[in-house]
């Protein structure tokens, strides 16, 4: 996390903006090229809502995205603020508070929106992942392994565990991916926790290690595909050279599970979660993206959330938005792509 700086506009602006309307030039000299890489391109990007407020309530923060059971976009925030927003504007339509048992605010990263309605959210914090109906009432809470608490009840850093969460196809096994590697393991090697649906609760089921490119790099996010693969977010932040953001297309369904190994330290009888490179985001057009601090590509910020929210001849729409941390150098930003998988 970086330095919060609190900054917020009317949202008067937020209304008369158009969903992810590109900035550039009004007129262009040559056909602009969309492709970031061979199975990716950048459809368009937005900051409509960069330093907006809605209800009280700033609008950034942002490091979940989903897709709610009308169509709806639902945008989490690590400061406990569970926003709607309209799919075709991105203007936020609700805000809903969010709190633990004690009414204390949480790290909130993860969300999923169950095929109940209710809300899956991840809190860095113990961490933790709660069902919240969806007027934020806490349902209950689902088991954490102890090695994945933060020290010195496990082996987790602080501020540094569940950040992605999806519900993998069929609706039977939630996962979660912590952020960065356990005391112990090497660096570098993220666990991905799952749970397995037993009527109305969930049980501790498989764990499987994956493998970020540079121990610099962490995952912010993981989004399910329907025949088991997942889409995975890496990212680092190098201090005056900016972000490093990639999309990976990973595999769980041979990788062994971890739940029962110690320390992950090479072991040649642990097959990690295979995954191959989709895109460097740094790759992609920048379509007159402007940055506020130096970025390798203006087009990117602290990327964070990710949602698949459709399909468009033979791609898949994905969403992603960044966290500006309510940082002046940083822009709440969304981006459309397309990806063949």
């Not at 000299?29 to 990007?45: E, I, N």
């Not at 609008?59 to 799919?87: H, I, M, Q």
């Not at 069929?170 to 393991?185: I, K, Q, V």
């Amino acid at each position: 996390m970086q330095l919060r700086t609190v900054l917020a506009t009317t949202t008067a602006a937020l209304a008369a903006a158009t969903c992810l309307t590109v900035a550039g030039p009004a007129v262009a000299s040559a056909p602009v090229s969309h492709a970031c890489s061979p199975s990716v391109s950048l459809d368009r990007f937005s900051d409509a809502l960069d330093k907006t407020t809605y209800d009280g309530t700033f609008v950034g923060n942002l490091s979940a995205l989903a897709v709610d059971r009308d169509g709806s976009l639902v945008a989490l925030s690590d400061r406990s603020a569970l926003f709607g927003l309209d799919a075709g504007t991105l203007a936020p339509r609700s805000v809903l508070p969010l709190a633990d048992e004690n009414g204390a605010a949480l790290d909130s990263e993860g969300l999923v929106i169950d095929k109940d309605g209710t809300r899956l959210i991840t809190s860095e914090t113990e961490p933790s992942i709660r069902r919240y109906a969806k007027d934020g009432t806490i349902l209950d809470r689902l088991p954490v392994p102890a090695s994945l608490q933060v020290a010195p009840a496990g082996r987790a850093t602080a501020n540094q565990t569940f950040e992605g969460l999806t519900l993998m196809s069929g609706g039977r096994t939630l996962l979660a991916s912590m952020e960065y590697a356990l005391s112990g393991d090497t660096t570098g090697t993220v666990r991905f926790q799952t749970w397995e649906r037993h009527g109305r609760s969930w049980r501790l089921g498989a764990q499987y290690a994956y493998r970020t490119d540079a121990a610099f790099l962490g995952v912010p996010e993981v989004q399910a595909l329907p025949d088991g693969r997942l889409l995975v977010l890496e990212r680092g932040f190098t201090s005056g050279v900016g972000n490093t953001v990639r999309l990976y297309l990973a595999d769980p369904r041979h990788a062994t599970d971890t739940s029962g190994v110690e320390n992950l330290t090479g072991q040649s009888g642990v097959r990690l979660i295979r995954k191959t490179l989709l895109t460097d985001i740094a790759s992609c057009p920048t379509l007159g993206a402007t940055a506020k601090q130096p970025q390798p590509n203006p087009l990117l910020d602290n990327i964070e959330g990710m949602a698949v929210t459709g399909r468009d001849k033979g791609r898949l729409k994905v969403l992603l938005v960044s966290d500006d941390n309510q940082n002046a150098v940083q822009t709440t930003r969304f981006y459309s792509l397309r990806v063949r998988v």
